[in-house]
């Protein structure tokens, strides 16, 4: 095999792009579930602001202080941006929390979550992570870092559902 044919090994925007099409299939499977269903609907919303929930925090821990010390002063706003979304995202997840499928306002709130997500998706892809991998961040290293933490978080959150 030539080196042009050898894979990439996976690295942390890989991973956070996996992470993201997980996300569209629950906001894909929470649209088709029947409007009546709300055992499926509550079920699909939790698993969806789980997702989110660590996603966000691997992101903000590891991968967005590390972009802005690593990108030009002009593309750091994409950061500052994502930052923002992230706030959009975890105060929808709050309210979520507080709401159960076939109350008022659920479906609106898990509506404009998944609008705000999709959004943030595109601009990261389409911008953050190609000026991130221009910059020649080390991101092999940092996406074990991701794993890692991911897996502690997700741990925390089964913890969590047993002790209820």
Known sequence: MSIAQ???PIDALDMLEADHRAIEQLFDAFERA???DFARRNALAQRACELLTIHTIVEEELLYGDAQHALAAHERIDVDEAYVEHFLVKTLIERLTNLKAGEDGFDATFKVLKEN?????EEEESTLFPEVRRAKMELVALGAKMA????????????????H
């Not at 997500?117 to 998706?121: A, G, L």
């Not at 933490?149 to 913890?159: D, N, S, V, Y």
């Open 148 to 163: 890692a933490r991911k897996a502690a978080l997700q741990e925390r959150i089964a913890e969590t559902a047993i002790a």
């Open 34 to 36: 029947d409007a009546g």
């Open 6 to 8: 050898t894979p990439r």
């Open 117 to 121: 997500t999709t959004h943030h998706i």
